[in-house]
């Protein structure tokens, strides 16, 4: 009886839309949109009681020392020594592997751009060259006249590349170029990232001027103090 049951057709229910009169107010809400709707709301009327109640049996003589030593900014609660949370040992040990990090990337992507290049370039140069060898003069010339005759048939043969094979090569071209630049800013940024950790070594230094300069950079230039070591 049960598979005759599901043999039948069945009638489908379709749900109630929206009147005409009422298609302002957006899609009409059905009993499982309100059940949600009706669930979220309690949610929050169970929150904010509880809060409530906190806030009423809180102890008015209670203190901790996170409230002298923090402060609200923009709703939010900020530790107000949270900049001297490290040692100047831990800021150095978290900067040294920040730059082996950076220059991690720094070679993988080098190593990226040395393997496409080589690629594009094997692949635009003609991979088909030949050596003759000739017994004497006469022959030398036979075989550079058959050749100068072979090249000519080939260059009248050649066809253009499929559009395909122009875009894998447009798209390639432009992954290389992109990769140089990617390489280009890691390598400045791991020479930033070193300037600064050697700028927070020990030793007297100083900025040299312009005029100091020998050769003129766009970064700048320290200068330390020789110190004689024992």
């Not at 010339?141 to 590349?161: D, M, V």
């Not at 050697?198 to 330390?224: C, F, H, I, M, N």
């Amino acid at each position: 009886m049960s598979s005759l049951k599901n043999v039948l057709p069945q009638r489908i229910h379709k749900e109630r839309a929206q009147p005409e009169s009422r298609k302002k107010f957006g899609l009409l809400e059905k009993h499982k949109d309100y059940v949600v709707r009706a669930k979220a709301f309690q949610k929050k009327q169970e929150t904010l009681q509880r809060l409530r109640e906190k806030a009423a049996f809180r102890n008015p003589d209670e203190f901790n020392f996170g409230m002298i030593k923090s402060r609200t900014v923009d709703g939010i609660h900020r530790s107000v020594g949270e900049a001297n949370k490290y040692t100047q040992e831990e800021l150095m040990l978290m900067k040294t592997q920040d730059i082996g990090y950076v220059l991690q990337k720094l070679q993988s992507e080098k190593k990226k751009v040395e393997k496409l290049s080589s690629v594009l370039h094997v692949g635009n140069q003609a991979s088909n060259r030949h050596v003759y060898f000739a017994e004497d003069r006469e022959d030398a010339e036979e075989i550079r006249s058959r050749c100068a005759k072979n090249n000519e048939g080939t260059s009248n043969a050649e066809k253009p590349l499929p559009d395909y094979i122009k875009r894998r090569l447009a798209g390639s071209y432009r992954e290389l170029e992109a990769r140089k630049n990617r390489a280009t800013q890691l390598e400045k940024l791991y020479m930033e990232m070193t300037l600064q950790k050697e700028l927070q070594k020990k030793g007297r230094k100083r900025k040299l001027r312009e005029d100091e300069t020998v050769a003129p950079t766009s970064g700048p230039v320290y200068k330390w103090r020789r110190e004689r070591k024992r």
